[in-house]
Structures are given as structure tokens and as C-alpha cells.
């Protein structure tokens, strides 16, 4: 089954550090762009950035570089969304999804989410 | 950045009337590089339409889309109960951007 099987939900302290992660499987990891999607609590959909893990080349919305890093190593079909310093801000559902093997930068396969909490 | 405003907000609708939701771009989206997206509560969003017009892989064809250059539309064209849910447009050309959502409602 052709699927994106995404980390468990994160409950963390304003400061420290996480890095979340996707695993895909039943396709060629390594030839798919892959990224990340935010959905802050009861609101839309924001478009983060996506890595190819042939070469680890990547793109990023200007809206969150700087502020995490999307990384991905293909021999074990993983890509992670990494921050070094969480705000409370950062609380949502982060989504990992597959781009077509077009290149096109929009997502036709979904992970579940992974929530993030970020609270004192 | 290529802003994408979605109208309306919400829709009101009973099931087996017609949708129509917009989708409008700050600039033109080259190459209809426009998608639809439907999330139901709890739910990850799911493709519906991609290349502005193209149904993606095991959607019913009472979804279409239409549109070029910086208006885009999602018709649904007799509403199911499972179709009602918030649909976000979103545009893949040099910095992807998703609009703000449409909540369709059973009015």
C-alpha cells in the first residue's frame, strides 16, 4: 500500500527543540517530492516547503524559512520537519504529503498529521 | 507570492443543489497550475482536481473545475451529504500558496 505513515503527536516546552518525521512506502521514496503542511487550530491550510530526497534539493515558502528546517534520508524513506526553538505559536497539525511524479509542487498523497503542542 | 482569495466563506446548501465555489489569484497562475482540495473534519485533505480541470484518481465527476489566468472555479454539481466539508484551492507555480478555505454547509 502506497502510504506516508507520520510520527506520533509531540507535546513540548516553548525553547526546546523537535523534529518530527513521515516515512514513505509501497513507492519510490527517493523520486516524489515530499513536504510539509501547517494547519494551525481551526484554520487553513499553509503551504511550508518540500525536499527531493534523490538529492535533497529543496524549496521553501518564504513565509517559514528561517524558522524550521525540512530534511530527508532516503535509505530509510524519511523526511523530517525540524525546529531548534519552539514557540507556542507553532502549536498545530503538521501534514506530510507526496507530490505527483510530475515535479507538479501540489500533494496527492497525505499523511495523517502529526499534532504539536507547544505550551508551558 | 501569489495570494489566492476563496468565495464565499461559507455556502449554505442542501443536499442535491449545485455548488459553485471561486477561487481568485493576485496574479496569473501560469500553466493552470491550480488545484482543489477537500478536508473533512479530523480528516487530512484529500486531491479533488488538479490542473484547474483534471479530476484526480477515484473522484466522482460531479466535481469539476474550470477557470484560467486568475479565476478559478469548483463546481459540484448535485451535492452528496459526504461532499459537505472545506475545500481550499491552491496554486504550485514558483511559491505555492493555498487560499483561505470554503466551508460548505447542509443549510
Known amino acids: 500500500e502506497v502510504q506516508l505513515v507520520q510520527s506520533g503527536a509531540e507535546v513540548k516546552k516553548p525553547g526546546e527543540s523537535l523534529k518530527i518525521s513521515c516515512k514513505g512506502s509501497g513507492y519510490s521514496f527517493s523520486t516524489y517530492w515530499i513536504g510539509w503542511v501547517r494547519q494551525m487550530p481551526g484554520k487553513g491550510l499553509e503551504w511550508m516547503g518540500v525536499i527531493y530526497p534523490g538529492d535533497s534539493d529543496s524549496t521553501d515558502s518564504p513565509s517559514f524559512q528561517g524558522q524550521v528546517t525540512i530534511s530527508a534520508d532516503k535509505s530509510i524513506s524519511t523526511a523530517y520537519l525540524q525546529w531548534s526553538s519552539l514557540k507556542a505559536s507553532d502549536t498545530a497539525m503538521y501534514y506530510c504529503?507526496?507530490?505527483?511524479?510530475?515535479?507538479?509542487?501540489?500533494?496527492?498523497?497525505w499523511g495523517r498529521g502529526t499534532l504539536v503542542t507547544v505550551s508551558s | 507570492e501569489t495570494a489566492l482569495t476563496q468565495s464565499p466563506g461559507t455556502l449554505s446548501l442542501s443536499p442535491g443543489e449545485r455548488a459553485t465555489l471561486s477561487c481568485r489569484a493576485s496574479q496569473s497562475v501560469s500553466r493552470s497550475q491550480l488545484v482543489w482540495y477537500q478536508q473533512k473534519p479530523g480528516q487530512a485533505p484529500r486531491l479533488l482536481i488538479y490542473g484547474a480541470s483534471s479530476r484526480a484518481t477515484g473522484i466522482p465527476d460531479r466535481f469539476s473545475g474550470s477557470g484560467s489566468g486568475t479565476d478559478f472555479t469548483l463546481t459540484i454539481s448535485r451535492l452528496e451529504p459526504e461532499d459537505f466539508a472545506v475545500y481550499y484551492c491552491q496554486q504550485y507555480g514558483s511559491s505555492p500558496t493555498f487560499g483561505q478555505g470554503t466551508k460548505l454547509e447542509i443549510k
Open positions: 504529503a507526496r507530490a505527483p511524479l510530475t515535479g507538479d509542487l501540489y500533494f496527492d498523497l
